[in-house]
């Protein structure tokens, strides 16, 4: 009966929103067209099909909000003007009641909040269509911020996806532009994303290790401040982490105020993002405005604060390679060195003509350099190279498109705090002191230390290994012999056997010559 109910809201919503047309004008059938004709009565909607479907997915409650913000990370697959609409959806709902957050609390840790702390706020600070937030104080006077998960949360996803499945079904058979727009594949990669937000121990890992990452023992604690995971008050469905205080990154003027430099800190903000994703391989994927404060407080002023980590992304030794090569190719004009790349990767056919897929990535990439660098999206480069890969058939990795959104996250929030920032000039040091490390004298010798301890096992067992390798007798000879010896055993056992079948055949043919003389 649920479901019913929730295929008839999602039907009457998506009627209202005129969402029929959108679905419609993608199938290329007669029918379709004559459909499409009564529904509109004659007269196609004036609002913008991007409008619209956001609309729709706000009306259709959290989950789909979720869908809708997912979906405008994969604008290789959908259209610009939709993904830049999905794009500003925006994940608030009302709190649940504090009773139930209470007795979240006390079911998972084992103990109510009023006695695990010295002070609970009962009033929630955020709420979240996953989770909303509390404040409270611990028994040794730290402050802390407590994320509880909402009641019934998994059976609601569970219930929202199987519809969700079926619909996405249904696009990929009937809408013309179906299959390449991979409908369940994208359900697919939400569920991920919703079940590893459903886990809050996960969340609580992530943090930890993103905090490791920029640690006074890296060098880096200057540029990126994050919570401390308080592990003692974790479980699946609560997460206890210090509080943090700051501005919002997205608040120019209150930034100011304080006393900010904000080009300085939009420069900052990408040697963060490209130390995550060049030096760790790990990094925040969820950086929008909301989610990255700035420091007002003396002793740390202007640095960086980074919150909810539900979502990052992770990046194999390969991968880095592969991204820097590329950004380095970009940054030079290199196009015949990115389209080797592309192809010595694997993700483009190997009958693919190297020559072709230059002059497309000229295509893509040239006009961009006939404007000041300042105005140059590397985001939208990058954007443009994934819609301009499909008629080559190029598998795009979800690592890869988690970093394309991430990156345009990035870039929109430096430009708001700098709008002359250089976004390529700022990168390319960098990633030249990246490529310099691992590929010169340097990286060899931070390679050669990191196998030192595994070599340092292996190289005392050497000799002996040379010496019974060099006592063994050798067994060269008698092994020849007995392969010749089997290859004419085998040779021998061909040949009766070819005349074991024609004597069978001869025996077969006189048996018919004999029955048909009866």
Known sequence: MFTLLRLLKIVIVALRYRL????????????????LRIVRFGRPPRTPRGVRLRLALES?????????????????????????????????????????????????????????????????????????????????????????????MRDIIEKDLALMRVLAGLIERLAADGRRLKPRQV?????????????????????SQLRRNFS???????????????????????????????????????LRAAGIDTKELGRAGVEIFFMQVFTDGFFHADMH?????VSDRPETLGRYIALDFGI?????????????QNFLAFFRRDYHRVAQLHIESGWVPPNTREEELEGAVRAVCEPYFDRPLSEISLGQVLLRLFQTSRRFNVEIQPQLVLLQKTLLNVEGMGRELDPNLDLWKTAKPYLEKWMHERVGLTGLR??????????????????????????????????????TRLRKAQQQGNRLLMLLSAIAMVALGLAVWALTQN
């Open 20 to 35: 029929d047309e959108l679905v419609l004008s993608g199938i290329k059938h007669p029918f379709a067209y004559t459909l």
């Open 187 to 207: 359900v697919a990669e939400f569920d991920n994303y919703l079940h590893d937000e459903l886990d809050l121990i996960r969340e609580a890992s992530n943090c």
């Open 60 to 152: 259709l409650g959290p989950i789909f909000v979720k869908f809708g913000q997912v979906l405008s990370t994969r604008r290789d697959l959908i259209p610009l003007d939709v993904a830049i609409e999905l794009a500003l959806l925006q994940d608030r709902v009302p709190p649940f009641p504090s009773d139930q957050a209470a007795a979240s609390i006390e079911a998972a840790l084992g103990a109510s909040p009023h006695t695990l702390f010295k002070h609970f706020e009962v009033d929630p600070v955020a709420s979240a269509s996953i989770a909303q937030v509390h404040f409270a104080v611990l028994h040794d006077g730290r402050e802390v911020a407590v994320k509880v998960l909402r009641p019934g």
């Open 446 to 483: 931070k390679q050669l230390d990191k196998e030192a301890g595994q070599w340092s096992q292996l190289l005392p067992e050497i000799p002996r290994l040379v010496h019974a390798r060099l006592s063994r007798p050798d067994y060269g000879p008698a092994l020849n012999l007995e392969l």
């Open 216 to 254: 006074p023992e890296t060098g880096r604690e200057h540029l990126l401040m994050v919570p401390e995971v308080v592990w003692e008050y974790c479980a699946t469905t609560v997460f206890t982490m210090e509080r943090m205080s700051g501005i919002p990154v997205g608040q120019i003027e209150r």
């Open 289 to 293: 405005p909301g989610n990255i404060f």
């Open 312 to 324: 990052v992304g992770s990046l194999s030794e390969f991968d880095k390679n592969y991204l820097a």
